[in-house]
């Protein structure tokens, strides 16, 4: 009989929790106490708490993967093991000996008594031993791993009474009444004080078709609520002297530009992270686009600003992403290794991750949903930010940013080793810069740290920072003075959920008036009824009635293209025009003239919903451009049609020519000779170039090679990307041929 066996026969580990908590509190010795007594045991001998993960080789060659936790609590030793493959988590242990060395232990409550018979080394901090299971016996292996946290995840930390805190009495029903009333599937709370987690606990569904319970250990991605883990890396780097705050971030990226010159040269790492460079958020540049992130910061220098540098605030997702690249161009890693390398790891965030596919693997993870047109939760489509992840990628679970919370509380120690310095906590939590927002009864003195919000909450300091993504709603919250901490994530899109329930929790810990503020958002209707794509924006201005377009439909088809925002395909579907930009797309409307409306689609992408499509003319008449807003602060956003490149076409081709600089001051120029575009450089062959589509080249005879004209505003040729097979670098025209 396999491990296989345990799914049928696993049993409820709420029992040995409460048993261990018990027995831990009875001790009169804190949990921090025993945790430490047990990290730094330095005598060989078997840690007191510890987690280990391995593996166990069955006898039909599968290997399947294990996750232990032991800990001894007045001289009994307890433990639980989970079998992610198989969806078993938390099985209770039985029978646990640990002499010395050699340690013993089975399974309860699974037929063919599952046992384990090894032996621990001080030294690679490893068990090794035999797997034996109804007469079978394997190999198996295991490796310790953050063993300070091993007590306090065997606490029961998902039943919270009145006795043991009576605060937070009936919090539980208020979740609950909160979730239902907003129609939110399920939603998972954390809370602490200090470095002890008072309560963590799921409500609902993570999965309504499969009617899957939402858990603390359920995995959510958390949007925007991620940005303090990339200025917490940023502050790494400059406690190491590696990166300065208030230097211009041409010191470290030399290529970097901005549309405004004078803002390029003087903007800052702070500048980055503290939504104060002048530029609006321009999201639909890299929404559900797949751009590297090196690529994705070259186009800024096209994206037009609203303000100064430094005058107001303007949040912005593509400069926290920037942050993230110049992380990576200081260190050598990507920014995901660090943040696993520098935080996740120190803080035993071990399912924690920057992949919706890696989330998609694991045993308990959430569903996305969002409200559909009859104000019920529909499940929509996962959305990977890819490049984005520094501004909002992390998908992890309440149980697991407990310690994100607690690091903040603590002046940057974790379970007795300190993570992240005294300097960088205190650096986190100065205020930079103020947002703008008024003042309400109980929020004051609305501003910005590093990665955080900051404001006064019914007279108590408070950072916090909200995330919103496809599908999900997240808030994480800190009360620094008081030493309070609160996570809400929840798998509804835009949800106002995560405040209401974040301010119950605060108010019942700060031991004041607990007010409905669900209850009172529900009354004024303050948030609007979300359809299919949440709050889609009216179509504005007036309508010509009786209009018609100014050339038949199949005129606009065809491929319009910004310097930042990409390509956008126009495309006839069915008599109607389609509008593609980076695979967001909608059907348009025609409003009067040249003038069309993006449709609000079905649990569609919302970026062109209601979207005024204006096309325009050139001199000869022929359709050459269409402006859409797509940033409101600035000037409509101008795509140039595409003239798709004719091998047989010297007139055309003939744009394409000069002499272009690239890694520096290097060279090559790109010629015509008999119909033909070639590239030389000194000291190399003359290549010839084979149009593949677009403005792509690929060089005859070198495989791997090619050049990528990039189309600029103003019609011409001035940028190109030099593609190698294993890198690229970006060119400019040096001499611009007319």
């Not at 004051?444 to 709603?473: P, T």
Request: charged residues 25%.
């Amino acid at each position: 009989m396999q491990v296989k066996t345990i799914l049928a026969w696993s049993v409820s580990f709420l029992c040995m929790q409460f048993i261990v908590h018990s027995s831990v509190a009875s001790t009169g010795r804190g949990f921090s106490e025993l945790i430490e007594s047990a990290e730094y045991d330095n005598k060989g001998n078997f840690p007191t708490a510890s987690s280990w993960k391995g593996t166990v080789n069955l006898s039909n060659g599968k290997v399947l993967v294990l996750d232990l936790r032991l800990a001894q609590v007045e001289k009994e030793w307890h433990g639980s093991i989970s079998i992610p493959q198989q969806g078993a988590k938390d099985l209770k242990l039985k029978d646990i000996q640990i002499d010395g060395h050699n340690l013993q232990f089975s399974i309860a409550d699974v037929k063919g008594t599952p046992t384990f018979v090894g032996h621990f080394d001080a030294v690679s901090r490893k068990i090794e031993g035999e797997f034996s299971q109804s007469g079978t016996k394997t190999p198996f292996s295991l490796t310790q791993y953050d063993s300070a946290q091993t007590i306090e995840s065997l606490q029961n930390l998902n039943s919270v009474t009145p006795s043991v805190l009576p605060l937070l009495k009936d919090f539980e029903k208020d979740v609950e009444k909160i979730r239902m009333d907003w129609k939110v599937p399920g939603v998972a709370v954390v809370i602490v004080k200090g470095d002890q987690i008072l309560f963590s606990r799921g409500f609902g569904l993570r999965n309504v078709d499969k009617q899957l319970p939402m858990t603390s250990d359920t995995l959510l991605p958390i949007g925007s609520a991620s940005k303090a883990f990339t200025t917490a890396m940023m502050a790494v780097l400059v406690d190491e002297g590696k990166l300065a705050w208030d230097q211009p971030v041409r010191n470290w990226l030399p290529e970097f530009k901005l549309y405004d010159e004078k803002a390029s040269e003087r903007l800052t790492p702070l500048d980055l992270v503290t939504h104060r460079s002048g530029l609006p958020r321009h999201d639909a540049l890299w929404y559900n686009a797949k751009h590297p992130r090196q690529d994705l910061v070259r186009r800024l220098r096209y994206l037009e600003p609203s303000k100064d540098l430094g005058s107001v605030f303007q949040y912005n997702n593509l400069l926290f992403m920037t942050a993230g690249y110049l992380t990576e161009c200081i260190t050598g890693q990507t920014w995901e290794d660090m943040v696993g390398e520098r935080l996740l790891q120190p803080l035993g965030m071990a399912r924690s991750n920057f992949s919706i596919e890696q989330t998609r693997q694991d045993s308990d993870f959430s569903q996305p949903y969002r409200l559909a047109k009859n104000g019920e939760p529909r499940q929509i489509s996962f959305r990977s930010l890819g490049s984005m992840n520094p501004a909002g990628g992390l998908n992890t679970s309440a149980n697991e940013l407990s310690a994100w919370l607690r690091l903040h509380l603590n002046n940057g120690r974790h379970i007795g080793k300190q993570v992240l310095s005294a300097d960088i906590m205190q650096m986190m939590q100065k205020i930079h810069i103020r947002t703008g927002e008024e003042n309400s009864v109980d929020v004051k003195d609305r501003s910005y740290a590093v990665g955080w919000f900051s404001d006064i909450y019914r007279g108590h300091v408070r950072l916090h920072h909200g995330g919103k993504i496809d599908g999900f709603s997240s808030m994480v919250t800190l009360l620094p003075q008081e030493g309070i901490g609160v996570a809400v994530l929840s798998n509804l899109e835009g949800s106002p959920i995560r405040e209401f329930i974040t301010r119950n929790a605060l108010d019942r810990l700060l031991k004041l008036e607990v007010r409905d503020n669900s209850a009172l958002a529900l009354q004024r209707k303050v948030v609007q009824k979300e359809d299919t794509n949440s709050v889609a924006k009216s179509v504005t201005g007036i309508r010509k009635v009786g209009t018609q377009t100014s050339q038949a439909l199949s005129s606009y088809v065809g491929k319009y293209e910004h310097p930042a925002y990409g390509v956008v395909t126009v495309s006839l579907q069915q008599d109607r025009l389609q509008l593609v930009l980076n695979d967001n797309r909608t059907l348009l409307t025609h409003w009067h003239y040249d003038s069309f409306v993006g449709d609000v689609i079905e649990d569609g992408d919302s970026i062109f919903a209601n979207q005024r499509v204006q096309f325009f003319t050139d001199r000869n008449g022929d359709i050459a451009s269409l402006h859409i807003e797509l940033e409101s602060s600035v000037k409509d956003i101008v795509f140039t049609r595409e003239k798709e490149a004719n091998a047989a076409d010297a007139e055309f081709l003939r744009r394409f020519t000069g002499t272009f600089t690239f890694d520096g001051n290097r060279e090559f120029k790109i010629g015509l000779q008999d119909k033909s575009l070639y590239a030389e450089m000194v000291g190399r062959p003359r290549y010839v170039l084979q149009l593949v589509s677009g403005y792509r080249f690929e060089l005859q005879g070198l495989r791997g090679y090619g050049i990528e004209f990039k189309l600029g505003k103003d019609g011409r040729f001035d940028q190109a990307e030099l593609i190698r097979p294993n890198d690229s670098s970006q060119a400019t025209r040096k001499h611009v041929n007319q």
